[in-house]
């Protein structure tokens, strides 16, 4: 990857080229993986307005970025992931299984991060090589460095993903993470998931530059801006990025996507978002635009999608079923995990 140049990358489901490393197994997996993500995320944010979980914050919309990037993750091995408080998607499709994701947003004994004891879905799960332990907008940007730091200290591979919005490329830590990570040429990925919006703050009263991939030149490291919403192009440009990064240091990815829902469940967006804007970014939602591209390259038939919809909806419906009527954590565990005075 040439140095401190920002540019547009072509949309790889309009080209209709599918990557030669990729096979139909692969793609028709994770079709199947976003398919479920869409609807456990659908049916979360149904059981907040039943009061059954207390907040989410939903990744509908984000789910060809944070996909994307998890199968280069996964292609090559070797990578470990700080995913933000949006990429539900993104730890769920990483290998957690629907009963787990419910029971972490219910707040239930057999949450895999935190055993029902945090945010959802918040905190270390290690045998997936995750961490995600803050709920604070940019926080993960300088615990990914210094993990990242820590992996070429000791000799190791490892190429670090670290996700975060828009609104958080605003904070100082981005800043103090990227100056650090380029002074000691880091194995690490900044992908910033921009949806235009912090919170209710739209991109133009953020910040005086149209890409936030423009700012990687600032630190002398190359950044690139995507169309987050195309599942093959992302997966491409994060495949490129990690082989960029273990050989010469930072990369930032900006994956422009669209928030389809509002900030979280205690958020009204239609106070600051106009009418039609949702419903013009549906328009290029990513689980329709991939799967009428694998039902064009012949890797998925009308018939598997309808099926790949109904086995999801089935997952979810038992999963819900599970978690609700599973028991909070025991009290006697009320010490355990925490650190002692």
Not at 108 to 118: E, L, M
Not at 321 to 337: E, F, G, I, K, R
Request: charged letters at 25%; a negative charge.
């Amino acid at each position: 990857m040439p140095p401190r140049k920002s540019r547009a990358r072509g949309n790889g489901a309009a080209d209709g080229a599918l990557p030669a490393n990729l096979s139909g197994d692969d793609l028709a997996d994770y079709y199947r993986r976003m398919a479920l993500c869409r609807a456990i995320d659908e049916r979360i944010w149904a059981l907040n307005r039943q009061g059954k979980v207390p907040i989410a914050a939903s990744s509908q919309g984000h789910e060809a970025a944070q996909l994307g990037s998890l199968l280069a993750a996964e292609k090559d091995g070797d990578c470990f992931l700080f995913p933000y408080y949006r990429d539900l998607a993104l730890k769920f499709a990483a290998g957690i299984t629907a009963e787990e994701v419910m029971r972490s947003f219910m707040g239930k004994a057999g949450d895999p991060y935190s055993n029902g004891r945090q945010f959802p879905l918040q905190g270390a799960d290690l045998p997936r090589k995750i961490i995600q332990i803050s709920n604070v907008v940019a926080a993960g940007l300088t615990q990914s460095v210094g993990y990242a730091l820590a992996c070429k200290m000791r000799g190791e591979q490892t190429v670090v993903l670290v996700y975060f919005g828009d609104g958080a490329s605003s904070q100082g830590e981005t800043h103090e993470a990227m100056n650090f990570a380029a002074v000691h040429k880091l194995p690490v990925i900044f992908i910033c998931e921009n949806n235009r919006y912090a919170i209710s703050v739209p991109q133009r009263k953020q910040m005086g530059v149209e890409e936030v991939a423009s700012r990687a030149a600032g630190y002398g490291f190359p950044g690139f801006a995507i169309d987050g919403m195309d599942f093959i192009g992302c997966y491409e440009a994060t495949r490129e990025a990690i082989n960029s990064a273990r050989a010469q240091g930072p990369v930032l990815l900006e994956m422009k996507v669209e928030r389809f829902m509002s900030h979280t469940t205690d958020d009204d967006d239609r106070r600051y978002r106009p009418p039609d804007e949702v419903t013009q970014a549906r328009q290029r939602d990513p689980l329709i635009t991939f799967g009428n591209l694998l039902l064009e390259q012949g890797v998925l038939t009308q018939e598997q999608i309808d099926h790949a919809a109904a086995d999801a909806l089935a997952a979810v419906d038992a999963a819900t079923d599970a978690a609700d009527n599973a028991s909070p954590p025991d009290v006697s565990t009320l010490h355990q995990m925490v650190y002692s005075g």
